[in-house]
């Protein structure tokens, strides 16, 4: 009997009869192809994921960025499958893994609004509080579990470095309708996406709505903003020698300052290397950089900062500097991107050939191209500016290497140079792929002279000889020598 009323259950689904979040929920079909690392020019494997994502009203409806990154193609399916209708990318948040997306035609956001239900989100919820994790069968039978929201915690889940509010939801998922990302709801409204599931602790991992909300808000205008930031590098204070040194109390928690972003929020504030952070908006922080939060027991200091508060604000900071107390305001910002980018998603990488020279722009993208553990394995000079950007920056846009060497007439004797960042080309300063481009049109007496930062600290192409290879590149299936903007 229960079997045959679940199945009536599934029935009324399909008709588009079920409760709200049933109806406010449609598949996400995506194509994603990224450009490879090793061959620019070349895209990499197209790769195909599915996603069960919620419906905002307007057209608008909300999944990760993961989702949608690289994107050829979106496609929303609804899940009984009888209709399709392509989508594209409103705005999109790496950092936070948020996208909005919209259909691609604007007639099909009326055909939305007829087929589903807008969702509202909610404000936030507590520990301990009951959540459905919304699933779909292939045949479009719905599928929901219970679970309980064991508490808030401040991660990365899909930039790495970057932190936001995500709540930790105890449930037991089927795998039959296995998706890479879906809703969870709370009393029929929207409480987060999922980012991840661990199935062994049954564990899941949802970007709380309190991101979600300030994601939309930005939105609004149609100029997305992005989460404010503060640009400091920041360690704990737990060592005892290291707090007596600093002349903390032992009631004091705190963050040592061991870095800032000269183009951040905190360098304008007037912060310096050796502060230590005691609270931020009268919220002590303790000695790991954790707050006490009237919800979540305790959250790490970041959500203080992007979250709790938009660009153009001001966070008021106690620090500690040479043992006196002083207070600080700080006008929270974005921070301009530096010479080595964060991530080269949805962006195409700038590079160029030349006499079989493979040039490219560091990114941390390419450093992870060599594999997990790349902060170890990649090349030491790369990595050395990754580190210190500060040390190269003067003067550059960005930094220009020789990622490979095609074996050409042009290239005998340099086959193994790699990771080598170029300086200067026929007397000219590179301070990016254009001015690399631009560098190569002056050879002096047909050789071009290019200097690199370690032995053979010069080498040379003859402009003929290249330029011979160069056209034989494109017959042979390069599409382009260069890309830049």
């Known amino acids: 009997m229960k079997k045959f009323i679940y199945t009536i259950a599934g029935l009324a689904c399909l008709l588009g009869v079920g409760n709200a979040q049933e109806k406010s929920v449609i598949r996400l079909n995506s194509t994603l192809q990224p450009y490879s690392a090793g061959q620019p020019w070349n895209k990499g494997e197209a790769v195909n994921r599915r996603a069960l994502i919620t419906y905002l009203g307007d057209g608008k ?7 949608v990154v690289n994107a050829s193609y979106l496609e929303l399916e609804t899940v009984e499958g009888n209709t399709r209708i392509p989508a594209k990318v409103e705005a999109i948040d790496y950092e936070a893994n948020l996208a909005l997306l919209i259909p691609t035609k604007s007639e099909d956001v009326k055909k939305l609004d007829n087929l589903l239900e ?23 039978v719905p599928l929901k579990t219970e679970g309980i929201i064991r508490g808030g915690k401040v991660i990365s889940s899909f930039v790495p470095g970057h932190f936001f509010l995500t709540y930790e939801i105890k449930a037991s998922m089927q795998s039959a309708a296995s998706s890479f990302s879906i809703p969870v709801f709370e009393e029929g409204s929207l409480l987060g996406v999922l980012t991840s599931y661990n199935s062994n602790e049954q564990l899941l991992d949802v970007i709380a709505p309190e991101v979600i909300r300030a994601f939309l808000k930005d939105t609004e205008d ?55 952070i005691l609270a931020a908006n009268g919220k002590a922080i303790d000695r790991q950089g954790y707050y006490k939060s009237e919800r979540y027991d305790k959250l790490h200091w970041r959500h203080l900062v992007r979250v709790k508060h938009v660009i153009g604000e001001k966070l008021s900071l106690e620090i500690l500097r040479e043992g006196e107390r002083q207070t600080v305001e700080v006008t929270l910002n974005a921070i301009p991107e530096g010479i080595i980018p964060a991530h080269m998603h949805d962006r195409a990488p700038a590079y160029l050939v ?25 090349p030491l000079n790369l990595l050395d500016v990754y ?5 190269y920056e003067e003067g550059l846009n960005r930094v220009v290497f020789i990622s490979a060497v095609i074996p050409t007439p042009a290239t005998l004797g340099y086959e193994r140079l790699r990771s080598l960042i170029v300086k200067k080309v026929n007397g000219k300063e590179i301070s990016d792929i254009k001015s690399l481009h631009a560098a190569f049109k002056h050879a002096e007496n047909g050789i071009h002279k290019i200097e690199i930062d ?5 080498i040379y192409l003859s402009e003929e000889l290249s330029n011979t290879v160069d056209k034989s590149l494109l017959q042979r299936g390069i599409p382009a020598l260069s890309r830049y903007k």
């Open 61 to 67: 409806l909300i999944t990760t960025a993961e989702m």
């Open 118 to 140: 807008a969702s509202s989100i909610r404000e936030f919820s507590k520990i301990g509080n009951k959540v459905t994790v919304m699933q779909v069968e292939a045949s479009g």
């Open 222 to 276: 149609g100029e997305y903003a992005g989460f404010p930031e503060i640009g400091l590098n920041l360690s704990s204070t737990q060592d005892p020698n290291f707090r007596a040194w600093l002349k903390l109390k032992d009631t004091d928690g705190g963050l040592y300052v061991n870095g800032v972003n000269p183009k951040g929020p905190g360098a304008e504030a007037g912060l310096k290397k050796g502060d230590v």
């Open 354 to 378: 030349k006499g079989g020279l493979i040039f490219q722009e560091l990114s941390e993208s390419y450093l992870r191209v060599f594999g997990d553990q790349w902060q170890s394995r990649a």
């Open 387 to 391: 580190h210190h950007p500060e040390d």
């Open 454 to 458: 370690e032995d053979p600290k010069e």
